[in-house]
């Protein structure tokens, strides 16, 4: 079992950057592939990011290539997604998750475990 605990969301203005950042419980963390998805209201839950074990590879949506970036500090059991040029757009429940195979995938039934989310809003 892995947990995983989100923070760093908050309200900001459209333009903005924010950080977000996911702790996980386990060492071997540094083990698994870690992936960012969003949910807005009333909507599906969609692929940002996502990062292999070694943060040698990261992927991305379209709608955030150029301005997210996602990194990890094994280290630290940690994985952050900076968020630049924010857009309302954007304004969701951002969730981190946990894919133990070997293949990146942007499916988030394909994803193990999960956290419970943090709220980013952006203004217009």
């Known amino acids: 079992q892995v947990q995983l605990v989100e923070s760093g969301g908050g309200l900001v203005q459209a333009g903005d950057s924010l950080r977000v950042s996911c702790t996980a419980s386990r060492r071997t963390f540094s083990n698994y592939i870690m992936g960012w998805f969003r949910q807005a209201p009333g909507k599906e839950r969609d692929f940002v990011a996502a990062?292999?074990?070694?943060?040698?590879?990261?992927y991305y949506a379209d709608s955030v290539k150029g301005r997210f970036t996602i990194s990890r500090d094994n280290a630290k059991n940690t994985v952050y997604l900076q968020m630049n040029r924010l857009k309302p757009e954007d304004t969701a429940v951002y969730y981190c998750a946990v894919d133990r195979g070997i293949a990146v995938h942007t499916t988030p039934g394909l994803y193990d475990y999960w956290g419970r989310g943090t709220q980013v809003t952006v203004s217009s």
């Open positions: 990062i292999t074990w070694s943060g040698g590879n990261t």
